[in-house]
């Protein structure tokens, strides 16, 4: 099994930056794919970033392309999203996800792991 902990959420203005963390644990070299999803109130959940765990091919969903950045950091078992420019539409609840599959299959959903979530709110 594998466990994924959110941390770094909270409230920030617009404009503002957060570093979200997603802190990996247990059978880790299950994981080949690593990625964050969002789901904002009344709203499904919708992909944000991906990146694979050996070799870090990155891909964004467009809406954050230029904003956020993903990064993993091996010898810690962490995986990160540095938000800059934030917006109040980037308010939501912030999911790490790891999956074995490609970064393709990810994106759409087909994930294995889920962590807890992280709030994230940004007022305008």
């Known amino acids: 099994q594998v466990q994924l902990v959110e941390s770094g959420g909270g409230l920030v203005q617009a404009g503002g930056s957060l570093r979200l963390s997603c802190a990996v644990s247990?059978?880790?070299?299950?994981?080949?794919?690593m990625g964050w999803f969002r789901q904002a109130p009344r709203k499904e959940r919708e992909f944000v970033a991906a990146?694979?765990?050996?070799?870090?091919?990155?891909s964004y969903a467009d809406f954050v392309k230029g904003r956020f950045t993903i990064s993993r950091d091996k010898a810690k078992n962490t995986m990160y999203l540095q938000m800059n420019s934030l917006k109040p539409e980037d308010t939501a609840v912030y999911y790490c996800?790891?999956?074995?599959?490609?970064?393709?299959?990810?994106?759409?959903?087909?994930?294995?792991?889920w962590g807890q979530g992280t709030q994230v709110t940004v007022s305008s």
């Open positions: 990146i694979t765990w050996s070799g870090g091919s990155t």
């Open positions: 996800a790891g999956d074995q599959q490609t970064i393709s299959s990810l994106r759409n959903g087909l994930v294995e792991y």
């Open positions: 247990g059978r880790t070299l299950r994981l080949y794919t």
